[in-house]
């Protein structure tokens, strides 16, 4: 079938203003339409006739907040909109011929600017976003290939594709990119949605490297520019359009092991019996598709999984929690009640002629929900009753691109799928109007999304007490408000465990702070040294999981002792630091700032940070640089500015520098940015154990720092209400070697017992006087008291929730 071809979007012929925050366009036949929101984000809409009904709210966009504006004719023609406010202050202007949109800062630097509209009459539509020589793109939602995504063409449908290291697409699409740019003033960063959930391509600067091209398959184009100046900026604005992940349940955040299957009740029983025997720590066990009957999508298969109930509760007194995966697709079975429910109310995507559309999966013919409907999402929801009631504590949605086969071939038992299904007749709702049907391709990428979004629907309904935990294969630009992601099905190789890396790092900066890849390599054989160096980085993923294919076996001890043991301290180090890293997911919530970034995040001025791609910072205090290479024992590693720590043995640099560790295998090369307090505890085997030490306080002096740390019951919404606690954290670093750590009172109604408090100050020379709130400490007492040893000052400290200030001088 042919293509329409393209048109130039025709001059601007008239505006008109459309209170309170923008402006109407109108271009001969061609519709558009310009809005500034609060904080400086720019909203532009443009299609031929009339523009297509407003989808924000259904893809759960927030409330655009929208500024005040007077739009005004320009001297030179077209039209120009300004504002400025507490949040943010930006400047739009229309050229009339050739329809161009500038989008400027408040001293007049260019942001972005928009040339080259064209319009095809299928809906299909193209624009291009002018770029300076040496700008960097990066984000991109989950692609492979490089951190710095310039010179790639990319593409955006979601599809179950073979991961290869330079596969495009995936599972996955966020058609949003943060550029880094070079200007007279020091590096400021942008970032750019296109909020199309059809298909797209961007050619990053790859056809002109002083040009980003986008173009949509349907629905003309809707665009957002979010200005910066930095990362953060870009990300805490796009997240306030498309949503911001919400804190997990603490357990999430702990070590989940998965498997292709663990396909009985005695087989789960003797992992998890295995596990705690081991003394691994982890915290959740998955049941991929082989717990269901006949692949019949929320059913327990009858013998192998006779009491999942009492599984559940096992499963839960030796402190773990049971994940279970969901495929979209709903066996065809007319015996059955939710395939003939789902027939019966409408719920399944239909062809051209009005038949229940099915594709070949797991369970044979399937039929797939129309989740762009509100009540399919509510049916949808409903289903999840028999998981709920047995005590399910989250659900992994997988399969849901949606993907399907052309054909299968069997291999003894096994069933081989050939990927790939025509899909090209169905049809879903129309969501902002579900009256209508559009094409299902009109709407691809968002298939997975909007199923995430039934899926907390169902927490909602059976568990409303409970934080949701969900986590997903597909998704587009805003998945990070309904789930977590893992990025699919990966080969245990070492440039796989290269690329996680860079991916994780781009799915982070694309909005979705939780997110992460099968720890040791989903297909293929992984062989022990390459374990050993994925699950010391994949410990400390936002959300570590690991996961294999059938035929392999994958647990932290099928690599022999010495693996077996490098795996429990990467296990155990997770769990030390899960206070922090609670803390940045709290960030998450409230900021849209990633728990992994690029160095660039922080040193957006540092010229050599911008290329490092396989080092991460974890939050604002930590750097790791994994080791990614076979054989090798010791690496180069890039400190930006300012002091860092190793992180094992205090060892003290200053950047901007490069380094050598040695990293034996044992050893994950791991850095401290001086100027940090580091919430930790005492290691545990399970988020639910109780540490020995619940809050230990690692003091890295070098600079000031400011920060807050941040306790709740980790499990319920109650935090919503104010029912945590928060501490504010402030360190002086003075000359000399003086240091002061103020701890602030304990703010919220979340109340903690009262319990023993330990600061550890690394680098420290041994201490003439240490003082709690100009009261001395004694060295040697126990709480309060003090010990110094190794560079080490050591003080324990009653900890009641008032404030603290704690000053420590050093000898001459
Ligand atoms: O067609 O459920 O990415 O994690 O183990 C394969 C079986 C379906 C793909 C997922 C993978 C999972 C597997 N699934």
Redesign the pocket.
């Known amino acids: 079938m042919g293509e329409a071809p393209f048109a130039p979007v025709p001059a601007l012929r008239a505006w008109r203003s459309r209170p309170p925050d923008g402006v109407a366009l109108e271009l001969g036949a061609v519709h558009g339409e310009l809005r500034i929101a609060r904080d400086g984000c720019v909203r532009l809409r443009v299609a031929s006739g009339a523009l297509p009904p407003d989808r924000a709210a259904a893809l759960g966009r927030e409330p655009w907040s929208a500024a005040r504006v007077e739009p005004f004719e320009r001297d030179e023609g077209g039209v120009a909109l300004a504002f400025e406010g507490p949040q943010g202050a930006v400047c739009v202007e229309v050229a009339p011929q050739p329809f161009g949109v500038r989008v400027l800062d408040r001293a007049g630097v260019v942001l972005a600017e928009l040339t080259d509209f064209a319009l095809a009459s299928d809906g299909r539509a193209r624009v291009a976003l002018r770029a300076g020589a040496r700008d960097r793109f990066f984000g991109f939602g989950e692609k492979s290939g490089p951190l710095d995504q310039r010179g790639r063409r990319l593409r955006m449908r979601n599809q179950d594709p073979d991961v290869r290291l330079d596969r495009d697409p995936l599972y996955l699409s966020i058609p949003f990119f943060l550029r880094l740019a070079s200007t007279r003033a020091g590096r400021r960063a942008d970032g750019v949605l296109l909020d199309v959930p059809a298909p797209s391509r961007f050619d990053v600067a790859a056809s002109h490297p002083e040009r980003v091209g986008m173009e949509t398959d349907a629905g003309g184009l809707e665009l957002l520019v979010f200005p910066g100046p930095s990362p953060a900026d870009v990300l805490r604005r796009y997240s306030a359009w498309t949503g911001r992940a919400p804190r997990p349940p603490r357990w999430a955040l702990g070590h989940h092991q998965s498997r292709?299957s663990y396909a009985s009740e005695q087989e789960v029983r003797r992992l998890a019996a295995e596990i705690r025997r081991r003394r691994l720590p982890t915290d959740a066990i998955h049941l991929?598709?082989d717990h269901m009957d006949g692949f019949r999508v929320f059913t327990w298969h009858p013998k192998r999984f006779p009491d999942p109930k009492g599984l559940v509760r096992d499963l839960a007194t030796a402190g773990f929690r049971l994940v279970c995966?969901v495929d979209p697709g709903v066996k065809a079975d007319p015996q059955w009640s939710v395939f003939r429910d789902g027939v019966e109310g409408g719920h399944f995507c239909r062809t051209r002629d009005d038949r229940v559309f099915t594709l070949k999966v797991w369970p044979g013919d399937a039929a797939l929900p129309d989740f762009a409907r509100s009540e399919t999402r509510r049916w949808w929801a409903d289903q999840h009753r028999p998981l709920f009631e047995v005590g399910v504590a989250g659900i992994l949605n997988?399969?849901n691109e949606p993907a399907g086969w052309r054909r299968e071939l069997r291999i003894g038992r096994r069933v081989v799928?050939l990927r790939g299904q025509d899909l090209s007749g169905v049809e879903q709702a129309d969501p902002a109007d579900p009256t209508r049907r559009l094409p299902h391709e009109h709407l691809r990428n968002a298939y997975g999304h909007l199923e995430c979004r039934a899926t907390r629907e169902a927490f909602e309904r059976f568990a409303p007490e409970r934080r949701p935990f969900v986590i997903t294969?597909s998704g587009f630009a805003g998945i990070q408000r309904w789930a977590a992601v893992w990025t699919?099905?990966n080969l245990s190789t070492w440039s796989h465990l290269r690329l996680s890396v860079r991916m994780l790092l781009n799915l982070s900066l694309s909005g979705v702070p939780l997110c992460g890849a099968d720890i040791g390599g989903?297909a293929l054989p992984c062989s022990s040294e390459l374990y050993a160096r994925w699950i010391q980085i994949g410990a400390l993923y936002p959300f570590a999981r690991t996961?294999s294919?059938w035929g392999k076996r994958q647990e932290p001890w099928r690599f022999g002792r010495r693996v077996e043991a490098i795996a429990r301290a990467a296990l155990e180090l997770r769990m030390r630091l899960l206070p922090y890293l609670y803390g940045l997911c709290c960030e998450a919530e409230a900021s849209g700032a990633p728990p992994w970034r690029p160095l660039f995040w922080h040193f957006p001025d540092d010229e050599p940070a911008a290329d490092v791609d396989d080092q991460v910072l974890i939050g604002p205090s930590l750097l790791a640089a994994p080791v990614l290479t076979r054989g090798v024992r010791e690496r180069q590693v890039y400190l930006p500015p300012g002091t860092w720590f190793g992180f094992d043995d205090d060892s003290r640099w200053v950047g901007p520098r490069r380094i050598t560790v040695h990293a034996p295998l044992e050893r994950l090369p791991l850095f401290v940015r001086g100027g940090s307090v580091l919430p930790t505890q005492s290691p545990v085997l399970h988020e639910g154990a109780r540490p020995e030490e619940p809050l230990v306080l690692q003091v890295f002096p070098g600079a000031d720092f400011q920060g807050t740390h941040e306790e709740d019951d980790g499990e319920s919404l109650a935090y919503r209400a104010g029912r945590v606690a928060r501490t504010a954290l402030r360190l002086f670093d003075r000359a000399g070697g003086r240091l002061r750590l103020e701890i602030g009172t304990r703010e919220g109604t979340h109340a903690i017992p009262p319990r023993l408090l330990r600061i550890v100050v690394h680098g420290c020379p041994p201490p003439l006087r240490v003082t709690c709130d100009a009261t001395l400490l004694s060295p040697g007492a126990d709480a309060p008291g003090w010990r110094w040893g190794e560079g080490r000052l050591e003080v324990r400290l009653p900890d009641a929730g008032t404030p603290r200030c704690l000053e420590v001088e050093p000898a001459p």
Do not use: A, E, S, Y
């Open positions: 292709w991929d598709i995966f997988d399969m799928p294969r699919g099905d989903f996961h294919m």
